[in-house]
């Protein structure tokens, strides 16, 4: 049995995809707040989504899936490296201040987003599983997915002399 360089991408994307939809469920269906961390640790999901269907579409051959891969395993680390530091802002190992103001914004409409909205903290868990809160389970999974796509990536070169 051969691994494709298609089958991996596309689980790469589906992954991806399923992290995000989980992270939306909760946020819209479960009605957890999520905060300027938890927002920032979605953005690494949404590039390696396109960027595995990309290369699922265009099928790059081995040598360039290596490549891909290998960005991918970064972007998954670096997440993971994110969600990590949010966990130390969770337990209070690390000093944060995690609250967004649009600087653009005339005084007055400033005022009435504050008052209207309560920004969710970095620092408070709203949600964990087995003691592990939301950004511990997603250092887990990235960790986990950076892994996967660098030992992918080295199954690839090996068999192709990438």
């Known amino acids: 049995m051969t691994l494709a ?13 399923a992290v995000l939809a989980t992270a939306y469920g909760f946020e ?22 396109g960027l595995a269907l990309g290369a699922f579409f265009f099928s790059p051959h081995r040598r360039a899936a290596v490549g ?18 949010h966990v130390g802002v969770e337990q209070g190992w690390v ?21 209207n909205t309560q920004p969710a903290r970095c620092d408070e868990i709203a949600w964990s599983f087995l003691g592990l809160s939301m950004a511990a ?13 660098i030992v992918v990536a080295r199954i690839f070169g090996k068999r192709h002399g990438a």
């Open 28 to 49: 819209f269906l479960g009605g957890l707040k999520p905060c300027v961390l938890c927002l920032y640790q979605r953005v690494p999901y949404g590039l390696a989504a």
């Open 5 to 17: 360089p298609r089958p991996v991408f596309l689980g790469f994307f589906g992954v991806s995809l």
């Open 95 to 115: 000093a944060a201040s995690c609250g967004g103001v649009d600087a653009s914004q005339s005084l007055d409409a400033l005022r009435q987003s504050l008052l």
């Open 137 to 149: 389970v997603n250092a887990i999974v990235a960790t986990g997915l950076a892994i996967c796509a």
């Open 68 to 85: 891909v891969l290998l960005f991918l395993a970064a972007l998954f680390f670096g997440n993971g490296l994110l969600a990590l530091y």
